[in-house]
């Protein structure tokens, strides 16, 4: 099951050019992430105030907020799965920002720079195997120019990645970036319900059905249950203000958690291949799952006696046969 945590990604970033600012520096590179990988005295699993923390910046309430939506989503395949973004705004702040999201570009001298004059989120169609089944996966990766001082990366990303059930609504979300140590996942309520039904309650020490043993997860943890629409839609992604962390995915059903508007501005959206070559890596790790490295176990309890479950859920509602995904654009 090609579900991937942060660790995963860790290992597509660390095995590519990835955050560099010249191709040649690759070897240097990987030596200073794998020096970073574990602190010393960095904990296995979060804490009580990790989680704490974590939870509290998903109902985070933005006073004010500027909203992103793509320019045009017609050739991507994408309709209203593109997501949208919510940037909370309070200046003055304490310390810059980390820029922009933008364009990533190669100079001329072979350095990955970001040009914050094009804002860019790239994307990419993948499929998954769940339980026997194929599954449509999206994934939303953007980059800043600059990076947040308690980062170890030398370049800020942020990356959603959005799991679709057979009728094409979310599924399970994924929300990594480069601040984060721990696997945060977004579920549909559908999901959670149904797990409810298989499992009763929750294991000890977790809060959803979903979650598996601490022991067999230790970094993941379901964050929040999202409302579903009446269509399928991409999520809000909700990012704070200065360090534009991920603080919460939210369906378009929901109650904003931004108080006012106070600009709308478009992102062009383009493939995840219109990355520089030297990103090729990356790009292909993200959409096969090839040498992620990471866990074996999966991040959620998603047995096959679930999924059949699922699927005889949507048969019922849909009065017939699941329609097969097909393949993505």
């Given at each position: 099951?090609?579900i991937?945590?942060?660790?995963?990604?860790?290992?597509?970033?660390?095995?590519?050019?990835?955050?560099?600012f010249?191709?040649?520096?690759?070897?240097?590179?990987?030596q200073?992430?794998?020096?970073?990988?574990?602190?010393?005295?960095?904990?296995?699993t979060?804490?009580?105030?990790?989680?704490?923390r974590i939870?509290?910046?998903?109902d985070?309430?933005f006073k004010?907020?500027?909203?992103w939506?793509?320019?045009?989503?017609?050739?991507t395949?994408?309709g209203?799965?593109?997501?949208?973004?919510?940037?909370?705004?309070?200046?003055?702040?304490?310390?810059?920002?980390?820029?922009?999201?933008g364009?990533?570009?190669?100079n001329?001298?072979?350095?990955?720079?970001?040009?914050?004059?094009?804002?860019?989120?790239y994307?990419?169609w993948?499929?998954?195997?769940?339980?026997?089944?194929?599954?449509?996966?999206?994934?939303?990766?953007?980059?800043?120019?600059?990076?947040?001082?308690?980062?170890?990366?030398p370049?800020?990303?942020?990356?959603?990645?959005?799991?679709?059930?057979?009728?094409?609504?979310?599924?399970?979300?994924?929300?990594?970036?480069?601040l984060?140590?721990?696997?945060?996942?977004f579920?549909?309520?559908?999901l959670?319900?149904?797990?409810?039904?298989l499992?009763?309650?929750p294991?000890?020490?977790?809060?959803f059905?979903?979650?598996?043993?601490?022991?067999?997860?230790?970094?993941a943890?379901?964050?929040?249950v999202?409302?579903?629409?009446p269509?399928?839609?991409?999520?809000?992604?909700?990012?704070?203000?200065p360090?534009?962390?991920?603080s919460?995915?939210?369906?378009?059903?929901?109650?904003?958690?931004?108080?006012?508007f106070?600009?709308?501005?478009?992102?062009?959206?383009?493939?995840?291949?219109?990355?520089?070559?030297?990103l090729?890596?990356?790009?292909?790790?993200?959409?096969?799952?090839k040498?992620?490295?990471?866990?074996?176990?999966?991040?959620?309890?998603?047995?096959?006696?679930?999924m059949?479950?699922?699927?005889?859920?949507?048969?019922?509602?849909?009065?017939?046969?699941?329609?097969?995904?097909?393949?993505?654009?």
């Open positions: 099951m090609v991937m945590g942060r660790n995963s990604v860790a290992g597509a970033i660390n095995g590519c050019a990835l955050f560099l010249s191709a040649h520096t690759c070897a240097q590179f990987n200073e992430v794998t020096k970073q990988e574990t602190p010393k005295g960095q904990p296995t979060p804490t009580l105030e990790d989680i704490a939870r509290s910046m998903a985070l309430e004010k907020a500027i909203f939506k793509p320019q045009n989503t017609i050739g395949g994408l209203d799965m593109a997501i949208l973004l919510v940037e909370q705004v309070e200046p003055p702040a304490l310390r810059p920002p980390i820029g922009q999201f364009a990533v570009v190669e001329a001298n072979g350095k990955i720079e970001v040009q914050e004059s094009e804002p860019t989120i994307f990419g993948a499929q998954t195997k769940i339980g026997g089944d194929t599954y449509r996966q999206i994934t939303f990766l953007w980059f800043y120019p600059n990076r947040a001082p308690d980062s170890r990366w370049i800020a990303w942020r990356m959603v990645r959005l799991t679709l059930d057979k009728s094409g609504a979310l599924f399970t979300a994924e929300a990594i970036d480069d984060d140590k721990w696997d945060r996942f579920v549909s309520a559908s959670e319900d149904l797990t409810q039904q499992y009763r309650v294991k000890p020490g977790r809060k059905c979903l979650e598996r043993p601490v022991e067999e997860a230790p970094k943890m379901v964050v929040r999202m409302e579903e629409g269509i399928p839609t991409g999520p809000y992604v909700y990012l704070t203000w360090d534009r962390e991920i919460t995915l939210l369906c378009r059903c929901s109650p904003s958690q931004a108080e006012e106070v600009e709308d501005r478009t992102y062009v959206l383009r493939p995840l291949q219109a990355l520089p070559s030297s090729k890596l990356l790009w292909e790790g993200l959409l096969t799952g040498g992620m490295g990471g866990s074996t176990v999966p991040d959620l309890r998603l047995p096959t006696a679930l059949d479950l699922i699927k005889q859920t949507q048969q019922q509602f849909q009065g017939g046969a699941v329609p097969d995904p097909g393949s993505p654009p």
